[in-house]
């Protein structure tokens, strides 16, 4: 019988955001967060060109008047049954009112988007919140219905681990 090894390779891009830190999410010093400066290579985005960009560099404003101040990520995989069940807690802050209202579009490819939930200014009361998918442009659509400027979102998803060697896959060597 063979030796066989499970390898997983999990990709993230960071996009020089600062890990969340829970003990300051209840305090006063959560709103006292500064924004690291903008970057300079800033890229627009139009309707038409967004499967374009999938190839330039992200940064950490994921769509005008939006910027991703922290996140935190638990993946738990199931090797024998091929799937993965994640979390993440991502915190988001608008910083051009005019698009407080707009929905808070994240990337989403081949995950199943099982929950979200959010927060308002670092609280501790957790909200469902309405989302949809689009499986073509593989974007996750959330809209608060409350509208603030800084929120932190809780998302529960899976997936199936891929052979292909993209996103959360398995591989094996040995024997066979």
């Known amino acids: 019988m063979g030796l066989f090894r499970f390898v ?3 990709t993230i891009v960071s996009v020089t955001c600062k ?8 305090t006063d010093e959560f709103n006292e967060l500064e924004l690291e400066p ?3 290579n ?5 309707e038409g060109n967004s499967n374009e960009v999938t190839n330039l560099i992200l940064r950490n404003q994921v769509r005008p008047g939006m910027e991703v101040l922290n996140y935190a990520v638990e993946i738990s995989a199931d ?3 091929g799937t993965f069940n994640g979390r993440a807690v991502i915190q988001v802050r608008f910083s051009d ?3 407080r209202e707009d929905p808070v579009v994240l990337h989403v490819a081949d995950l199943n988007i099982n929950a979200v939930r959010y927060s308002i ?3 501790s009361n957790q909200l469902d919140a309405p989302f949809s998918t689009d499986d073509d442009d ?5 809209e608060p219905e409350q509208i603030a400027l800084l929120y932190t979102f809780f998302i529960e998803y899976s997936g199936a681990l891929n052979v292909a060697g993209k996103g959360l896959y398995r591989g094996s060597y040995g024997d066979k």
Request: net charge negative; charged share 15%; no cysteine.
């Open 8 to 10: 997983f390779l999990i």
């Open 38 to 40: 903008e970057s300079k």
């Open 121 to 123: 200014m670092g609280g």
């Open 19 to 26: 890990p969340v830190d829970f003990n300051i999410i209840q």
């Open 97 to 99: 009112e005019s698009t």
């Open 138 to 142: 593989q974007i996750l659509e959330i």
């Open 79 to 81: 090797v024998n049954a």
């Open 42 to 46: 800033v890229i627009n985005v139009t």
